[in-house]
C-alpha cells in the first residue's frame, strides 16, 4: 500500500471517530493494513419459495466484517417512482460492544419477504447497499 493510501485511510478513520462512527473507523483501519481481504464484501444469494398464492422471497448473505461479533441487518427501502422489479435493501452493521479478537470475520444475514399473489409484483432483482458499496443481483 502507498504511503497516500495509508495516510487517506488514517484520514478517514480519525473522521469516523470524530463523529463516533466507531465500527467505521475499525473498518477503514482494517482496509488500511490489510487492503487484500476484501473487508465489507458481501456474497448474496436471492431465491424464492412458491405457495398457493404467495411467493416467499429470500435474500442470504455472506460479509466479511473487520472482527466476529457484528450484527448485520438487511432493511427494505421503499423508493417511490422506482423500479417496482427491483427490491432495494440496506445493510446496516452494528459493531460488537466488548472486547473482540482482531480478525477479519465472515457473517451472515438474511432478509425475508412474503408476497400475496397476484396484488403484489415479485420482485426479480434485489439491490443491497453497504458502505458505500451497491451490489445487484438476479433473483434465482
Known amino acids: 500500500m502507498q504511503r497516500r493510501e495509508i495516510i ?11 463523529l463516533g462512527l466507531i465500527s467505521q473507523a475499525a473498518l477503514a483501519i482494517e482496509r488500511a493494513e490489510h487492503p487484500d481481504r476484501s473487508i465489507g464484501a458481501c456474497q448474496w444469494t436471492a431465491t424464492t419459495a412458491r405457495g398457493v398464492d404467495t411467493v416467499q422471497l429470500t435474500v ?10 457484528y450484527s448485520l441487518t438487511l432493511t427494505r427501502v421503499d423508493s417511490q417512482g422506482g423500479d417496482r422489479s427491483t427490491l432495494a435493501l440496506v445493510l446496516t452493521a452494528v459493531a460488537p460492544t466488548g472486547i473482540e479478537p482482531h480478525h477479519v470475520a465472515a457473517t451472515a444475514v438474511e ?3 412474503t408476497f400475496v399473489l397476484p396484488k403484489d409484483l415479485v420482485p426479480t432483482k434485489v439491490t443491497m447497499s453497504h458502505g458505500g458499496a451497491i451490489d445487484q443481483i438476479v433473483v434465482q
Open 8 to 18: 487517506a485511510a488514517a484520514v478517514c478513520a480519525l473522521a469516523a471517530v470524530a
Open 60 to 69: 442470504k448473505g455472506i460479509c466479511q466484517e473487520p472482527t466476529p461479533g
Open 111 to 113: 432478509y425475508q419477504q
